[in-house]
């Protein structure tokens, strides 16, 4: 999941702090592969391949995998003053909270629907969490279809967890990644996808970054137990 929006958006916006660091790592280490592997949940251990590809219709469970990414957020004059690259802006942010088990992702987020709404006009790009899961990809497909409605053939969709599989920090670098997406104006590729679930809408990138036209990007991130939070991020003008 991203850095929770909420809190840290508004501390900056508010004038409490004038620069935020928002961000984390993770090392793949037994205590992180364990609860994986009991669960079974891991790709390979069920007899499919062992490959992360999020959104394919024969993907067959998790990778995991390590990383760090930080975010510096400041307001936009604070920025300019200072000479830095601006990468992109927040628009908006949303938490929200679906019925799911305790320790797995929920089968639909249906009441997440209200929350994501005034998030999504305009969006161009959206970066899932997306981790090779058949519960959480399958969830996420059929989440952004309803929230985009008729738009989803126009609009990318992408998860980088095939690239750099799951870990605690992923979210930090998702958002990261969709921040030098909006920069760049480039689709992150989705690795390893084959052959996308056949009712999928949406426009997927495979194997290579694509250039287009980048304004806006949704950032969504779902955690097991049902925990959410997305922020809409704005191309640097």
């Not at 992360?52 to 510096?72: N, Q, T």
């Not at 981790?131 to 959480?136: A, E, G, V």
């Not at 279809?145 to 969709?157: E, K, P, Q, S």
């Not at 998702?174 to 949406?202: K, W, Y």
């Amino acid at each position: 999941m991203p850095p929770n929006p909420y809190e840290l958006d508004s501390t900056v916006r508010s004038g409490r702090a004038d620069v935020v660091l928002a961000g984390g790592g993770d090392q793949l280490t037994p205590v992180l592969i364990e609860p994986y592997h009991r669960a079974r949940a891991l790709a390979g251990q069920r007899g499919g391949r062992e490959w992360a590809s999020p959104y394919d219709r024969a993907r067959s469970g998790i990778v995991l995998g390590e990383g760090a990414a930080m975010l510096v957020l400041e307001s936009l004059a604070s920025a300019r003053a200072r000479g830095a690259a601006v990468y992109a802006t927040i628009d908006d942010t949303c938490s929200f909270s679906v019925a799911s088990p305790p320790y797995d992702w929920p089968l639909r987020a249906d009441a997440a629907l209200e929350s994501l709404q005034p998030l999504a006009g305009g969006v161009d790009l959206v970066c899932g969490g997306a981790n090779s899961s058949r519960r959480l990809d399958r969830c996420e497909l059929d989440l952004f279809a309803r929230l985009l409605g008729r738009r989803a053939d126009a609009v990318a969709l992408t998860s980088i967890k095939g690239a750099i599989g799951e870990f605690g920090a992923a979210g930090a670098l998702t958002v990261a990644a969709a921040c030098l997406a909006l920069r760049e104006q480039t689709v992150p590729p989705l690795c390893n996808l084959h052959a996308p679930e056949p009712d999928a809408p949406f426009r997927f990138t495979a194997g290579r970054a694509a250039p287009a036209r980048l304004a806006r990007a949704l950032v969504c991130g779902l955690a097991r137990g049902g925990a959410g939070v997305a922020l809409s991020l704005r191309a640097p003008v």
